[in-house]
């Protein structure tokens, strides 16, 4: 496994040794039980535990090991393989509890490669070390992205922040970008019942410095969540837990069966230039 990481307090490249982590500086950073390793610094965390907290991060996982979004899923996994190349170094910016990530090592295996997995959350972050062993795992903000400059040739972001003055240094000049988000009308059955005048997501094609933009792909399907718990992971998983109204939620709170639309868009970028 490449040692990728570089310590957050001096940009040195880290070296893994036994059970940690050190730079020639002296800078030391221990290595969980689980495999991952905790590189935000304090002045860089906004709260205690910064991130998803441990309720989203269990109902995201109940309701991604379900398959519903397995279409996504398998639509990254088929760009990435594409993409790929000999021996990619591929970022998860905002990996979450690993559901993506674990699936896109297995293709980035395949091709020689090494897969690190970066989140704010330490609880998703723990998961994620669990389901992905083999790949490199760290508690990191994705604005501060633990990572030396050109180091890395896939990055994939999904419905996480959009650091792109970040993502543009550490994509090495012609690697490949994949921006995942939602469709206009995406779990627009969900919003009818939270919210009295449901709005659809704005969809525009973004043009950033550096990148070209290859193509916009589309991933959409129709599913129905037939039990009170998938549908109450599907609510928690998102941002609308913290956004609905009460009413809304007291509405959603009598819902024991629900059939949702999923709409995605991966924008597909090259890097054009450091």
């Given amino acids: 496994m490449k040692d990728l990481f570089v310590c957050p307090q001096c940009k040195r490249a880290l070296i893994r040794e036994e059970s940690l982590y050190r730079c020639s500086a002296g800078h030391c950073f221990d290595m969980a039980k689980e495999g991952y390793v905790n590189l935000l610094p304090v002045q860089q965390r906004h709260s205690k535990t910064p991130g998803d907290d441990k309720t989203m991060v269990a109902a995201r996982t109940r309701f991604l090991d379900g398959g519903w979004y397995a279409p996504l899923r398998d639509k990254l996994c088929r760009l990435v393989d594409r993409l790929g190349g000999k021996q990619p170094v591929l970022l998860d910016a905002g990996c979450g509890e690993g559901y993506y990530t674990a699936a896109l090592a297995q293709v980035i295996a395949a091709h020689d490669g090494q897969t ?73 059955e969900l919003k009818e019942i939270l919210y009295e005048n449901p709005y659809e997501n704005e969809e525009k094609q973004e043009a950033y410095d550096g990148f070209q933009l290859l193509s916009c792909e589309s991933v959409e399907s129709r599913f129905t969540l037939q039990t009170r718990e998938d549908v109450e992971s599907l609510f928690h998983m998102t941002p609308y837990t913290w956004k609905t109204p009460k009413e809304g939620a007291a509405r959603l709170s009598e819902v024991n069966e629900l059939t949702v639309t999923a709409q995605f868009r991966i924008y597909v970028y090259r890097k054009t230039k450091n």
């Fill in 116 to 188: 690190v997995g970066v989140d704010l959350s330490k609880a998703a972050v723990r998961r994620t070390a669990k389901r992905c062993p083999d790949a490199l795992s760290a508690v990191a903000s994705v604005y501060h992205l633990p990572l030396a400059d050109a180091s890395v040739d896939l990055l994939v972001n999904c419905f996480s922040p959009l650091a792109i003055e970040e993502f543009r240094r550490v994509l090495r000049a012609g690697g490949y970008f994949l921006y995942v988000v939602p469709g206009a009308r995406h779990l627009w």
